[in-house]
């Protein structure tokens, strides 16, 4: 592993375990068994560090929640395939959905990392939500908060289901889970 994934992986725990504010960079720099130099080499401050962190892990969902989308067919079928690739992806690094459960609304993830993400990585979300509008299909509200609401749905649900995880071989219930998201911002038929 490189030092710099080595920093933003010790960074990952200490911030869930610690919070940001309890976790000094020397103790981040230690527990990766770097020096603090090179922790600063990669990262100017704490601060860049966990918006790299945050920046990393999205881009991780991004490249994930696409997969095998080129071969869905209609807006169902892709937000259905981005739902389960989701929760595949939860289900696999359970400590990167609790860092983004922890840090996705703190103050210390800037509102340009957030809108890079955006315009970088989930553009394709908001196509498919506009498109699901102009086919009547779902609600006539911002793209931002029909995705907001899908996505919440979808992290309630992932929350349950880690607390419960005979749930994830369930696929009645996981149907009925997808359903939940979806109906939440689709108009009913």
Known sequence: MEKKEQILETALNLFIQNGFDKTPTSRIA??????????FHHFKTKEELINALYFEIKTDISETII???EKAGGIKEK??????????WARKYPKCLQFLTQFSESQYITKLTKQRILDVHFRFV?????????QGIFHNLPNELLTSIFGGVLHQ???????TPMNFDDKEFIEEAF????NAIAKSS
């Open 126 to 134: 908001f196509e498919i939500i506009e498109e699901g509008k102009k």
């Open 179 to 182: 359903l939940a998201s979806w």
């Open 157 to 163: 649900i992932i929350r349950f289901i880690l607390e």
């Open 79 to 88: 937000m259905h395939l981005i739902w389960h690739n989701y929760l595949s």
């Open 67 to 69: 997969e095998g989308l």
């Open 30 to 39: 230690v527990e990766a068994g770097v020096a603090t130099g090179t922790l």
